[in-house]
Each structure stands twice: as C-alpha cells, then as structure tokens.
C-alpha cells in the first residue's frame, strides 16, 4: 500500500521560505486518477487544509493561503512538494502530506507528519 | 467557506460505552462530501468515515457514520480501549477551502 513521507528543515526562520518534499512509495503517481494534499495542524490545536493537486498540474489552494503557496507534484521522481513564503510564527505546525482518491474525497493515507518551527 | 463546529469538546465515557459525536456545518454540505477522522497523540489523522456513512477500509463495524445538509453524527457503539483519542470532521464538497472542525476529545471516564 501507499506511504508518505515528509522531509525538510525542522527550522526556519521568519520571513524566510518553508520548502518541504513528501516521498511517495508503493504507488506508480501516473496513470490514476489520485489526488495529493497537504494539511498542517499547530501544536496543540486542529487541521488546516493548505492545498490540493493533480499529477496534470492541477491546483487547489486554501484562500486565505494562496497568496504565498506553492505546491506540485513530480511522478517521475514520485514527490510532492510544498513551498510557503514569507512564513512567520503563525506558520508553526505539523506538516502533513496525504493522498486521496479523487477531488472530492477525503485523505485516506497520511505521511508521519513533520513539524517546522518558525523562530531566529 | 463551511466553518465546522464539533460538539461536544470532551466526551468523558468509559470503555463499552456508547460515544456520539456531533458537527453542524454554517451551510448544506453538498452530496455528503463529509468525512470522520480518528487522531491519536503523535500520530497522522486516520480516515474512518467517507461520504458521510460509508466506512474506510479495514474500520471496524462499531464505527457509523450519519446525517445529511448541515448535520452529521460519528457513532461509536462500544467504545474500546484503543478508541480514546480526538476526533475530527471534514467536509470536502464545496468550492475550496476543504474545512475541518476543531475536534472533540474522547477521553476515559
């Protein structure tokens, strides 16, 4: 079955860019019809949808994100990626990376999560 | 957007109990885009309940999804020890965002 598993620095400061992969196995990418999102959860507290895309290029932001999100997917590579600009402290979290079966469908596996701290 | 909102907070039951979860939405869900998530300390959300009723593979039966429009239910018929944990809705239906509910808290009574 499909696993997911996040990467990238655990640290970043503020105003800086948070850049993270999510690596995908047991699943070819190519040839279905699988969406990939990513959600984040602050410490202590709830979910937060961020994005949602499609092997095409096909994406779907959270408004009140869009302006510094960037997300895509690499079949070739099978990784996810996910870039947030000009983060601040607000921006700490745990950040998932998850599959779905279609647009609308819910997430029906999840990476561990990884959690980035915005400090200097 | 949909805002979500969970209730009650913290259930406190015990083992063998019956749970009920419930998560009003601000407006109708549309064609029951609406999903139940079990979250345990530590650990990514796991999916339980898709399309409102229908359970996730490998979910036991103790676990029911109901409801339709702006009401939804997650039902656990006998709580198990490995049941303790948050639980959170979602709903997947409109134009973006995808929300979430805050979540509510099964804990032992």
């Known amino acids: 079955q499909v696993q997911l598993q996040e990467s990238g620095p655990g640290l970043v400061k503020p105003s800086e860019t948070l850049s993270l992969t999510c690596s995908v196995s047991?699943?070819?990418?190519?040839?279905?019809?699988?969406?990939w999102g990513w959600i984040r959860q602050p410490p202590g507290k709830g979910l937060e949808w961020i994005g949602t895309?499609?092997?095409?290029?096909?994406?779907y932001y959270n408004p009140s994100l869009k302006s510094r999100v960037t997300t895509s997917v690499d079949t070739s590579k099978k990784q996810l990626s996910l870039k947030l600009t000009s983060v601040t402290a607000t921006d700490t979290a745990v950040y998932y990376c998850a599959r779905s079966p279609g647009l609308r469908r819910p997430f029906d596996f999840w990476g561990q999560g990884l959690l980035v701290t915005v400090s200097s | 957007e949909i805002v979500l909102t969970q209730s009650p907070g913290t259930l406190s039951l015990s083992p063998g109990e019956r749970a009920t979860l419930s998560c009003r939405a601000s407006?109708?869900?549309?064609?029951?885009?609406f999903a139940w998530y079990q979250q345990k300390p530590g650990q990514a959300p796991r999916l339980l309940i898709d399309g409102a009723s229908g359970r996730a593979t490998g979910i036991p039966d103790r676990f029911s999804g109901s409801g339709s429009g702006t009401d939804f239910t997650l039902t656990i018929s006998r709580l198990e020890p490995e049941d303790f944990a948050m639980y959170y809705c979602q709903q997947y239906g409109s134009s973006p965002p995808w929300t979430f509910g805050q979540g509510t808290k099964v804990e032992i009574k």
């Open positions: 047991g699943d070819s990418m190519s040839g279905n019809s699988y969406y």
């Open positions: 407006q109708s869900v549309s064609s029951n885009y």
């Open positions: 895309m499609f092997r095409t290029g096909n994406t």
